[in-house]
């Protein structure tokens, strides 16, 4: 299990690495890497802490904790990607209302040119 902790820990230090740069380069806006430094934080939390994820599997009825953590992680990830499907849903409807708004106002800008 000390190697799954390992790894899990590594590759939460790499997403925070890497939503880091993203956000220094503006490749991803501040208000959306909130969520994944909260996620990789959490899952680097998770893998140095032994105890809580041995108490995780015990309360979730799982034998193996290794198993706990990884459903944990997923669980996590989840959460993040509802979050953002959520704010694509939002933004969706605003580029229809956008649009909306912009077609009335062609039409108008028409209809007094045109006379």
Known sequence: MEGLLDAIAALS???IVLVLASVRRAHIRVEYS???LLAAVLLLLLSRSEFVISEA???IGIADPA???L???G???LVVFFRFSMIISRLR???VALAQKLAILEY???KTTAR
Do not use: I, P, Q, T
């Open 108 to 110: 108008r800008l028409e």
């Open 93 to 95: 409807d605003d580029n």
């Open 34 to 36: 909130v969520s994944w």
């Open 71 to 73: 459903l944990l992680a």
């Open 57 to 59: 599997a015990r309360f």
């Open 75 to 77: 669980s996590v990830f």
């Open 13 to 15: 230090l790499v997403l």
């Open 67 to 69: 198993v706990a953590l």
